[in-house]
C-alpha cells in the first residue's frame, strides 16, 4: 500500500475515532477518554513492540524527546476530547488545520525552517477559511461586523480548546522528528503509545481504580473506538516511513472534512452548508503550506 493510501485510511480512522467517541462515549469524562484513546492502543499495539531494540541501547537524547513529548500529548489528548465531547464537531475540528500555521514558527525557533511565498499565502487562505466558518456572525450591512467571525473563534469555547490543541500538536510533531531518529517509525508508534497508556493509568486510573468498571461497562464501544486508533497510529507512522511527514499531515488533515461531515449525518450539526466550504478553504491553505 502506498503512502498515499496509507495517509488517507489514518484520517478515515482519526475522524472515525472521533465520531465514535462523541457517539458512544457519551457521559465520559475527558480523563476516561483519554484512557480509552491512549490505552486501549497502547495494548492492543504491543505485539509491535516484540521488534524493538533493548531500551538501555537509546540514548539520552531519545529520552529528553520523550519526556518533553508525553505531557504535552496527555495535556493536548485531554482538551481535544472535552471539545468534541462537548462541543459541535463542525466548530472544533477545522481549528486543527492552524496546526501548520503554528508549525511555521515553531519549526522556525527549533529546525531553522523558513516559510515561502506559497507557504504564507496558506496562511491567508486559513485564517480566510477561519472567518467564513464564522461568517454567520458578520452582517452585509455593517462593514464593522466583518470582524466579528475572529473574536467569535475566541468566544467559542470548543474553537479555543482546539487552537490551543492545534499549538500543541505544532509542537510535538515538530519535537518528535527528532525522537524518531532512533527508533523505525511503527516501532515508535507503538513505543510511544505503550508510554502515553502507562502514563493514562498511573495519572488517572490507579487514583480511581472505578474507572476500569465504567470502561468495561461499554466494553465493545470502547474496544472500537481504541481499534480506530490502533488503525490511525499504525498507518501514520508507516506512511510517515514512505514520505516526508509535511506531505502526509497534509493528507491526513482530510479528517477535518470528514469530521464536518460526521458532524452533520450522525449528529444533525446545522449549518454545513456554510461550514463545508469553510472547512475546505482551511484545508486548500494546509496543503499550500505544506507543498
Not at 516501532?187 to 498511573?202: H, K, P, Q, R, T
Amino acid at each position: 500500500m502506498n503512502w498515499i493510501a496509507l495517509a488517507l485510511l489514518c484520517a478515515f480512522a482519526l475522524a472515525s475515532a472521533d465520531a465514535a467517541t462523541k457517539a458512544w462515549l457519551q457521559g465520559f469524562s475527558a480523563p476516561e477518554l483519554l484512557v480509552v484513546r491512549f490505552g486501549i492502543p497502547g495494548l492492543l499495539m504491543t505485539p509491535l513492540l516484540l521488534g524493538l531494540p533493548p531500551l538501555t541501547d537509546l540514548p539520552l537524547a531519545f529520552w529528553g524527546w520523550i519526556a518533553i513529548l508525553v505531557p504535552l500529548e496527555l495535556a493536548a489528548m485531554l482538551l481535544y476530547m472535552a471539545a468534541i465531547r462537548d462541543h459541535p464537531l463542525s466548530l472544533t475540528l477545522p481549528y486543527l488545520a492552524f496546526t501548520p500555521v503554528f508549525v511555521i514558527g515553531v519549526a522556525w525557533l527549533i529546525l531553522g525552517e523558513r516559510v515561502s511565498a506559497r507557504g504564507a499565502a496558506g496562511v491567508l487562505l486559513v485564517v480566510a477559511g477561519a472567518w467564513l466558518l464564522n461568517s454567520d456572525h458578520a452582517r452585509a450591512s455593517d462593514w464593522r461586523s466583518w470582524a466579528t467571525p475572529f473574536a467569535a473563534i475566541l468566544d467559542e469555547p470548543g474553537s479555543r480548546m482546539m487552537l490551543t490543541v492545534a499549538a500543541i500538536y505544532a509542537v510535538t510533531a515538530t519535537l518528535g522528528k527528532g525522537a524518531m531518529r532512533y527508533l523505525p517509525p511503527e516501532s515508535f508508534g507503538a513505543f510511544y503509545f505503550a508510554l502515553l497508556g502507562m502514563a493514562a493509568f498511573v495519572l488517572f486510573v490507579l487514583p480511581r481504580p472505578r474507572m476500569l468498571l465504567k470502561l468495561a461497562s461499554r466494553f465493545w464501544r470502547v474496544l472500537g473506538v481504541g481499534a480506530l486508533m490502533s488503525l490511525m497510529v499504525y498507518t501514520h507512522f508507516l506512511a510517515i516511513q514512505e514520505v516526508a511527514v509535511a506531505y502526509m499531515i497534509a493528507v491526513k488533515r482530510l479528517s477535518l472534512l470528514l469530521g464536518i461531515l460526521y458532524g452533520a449525518l450522525l449528529f444533525q450539526e446545522t449549518g454545513l452548508v456554510a461550514r463545508l466550504p469553510a472547512g475546505a478553504l482551511m484545508l486548500a491553505g494546509v496543503i499550500l503550506i505544506l507543498l
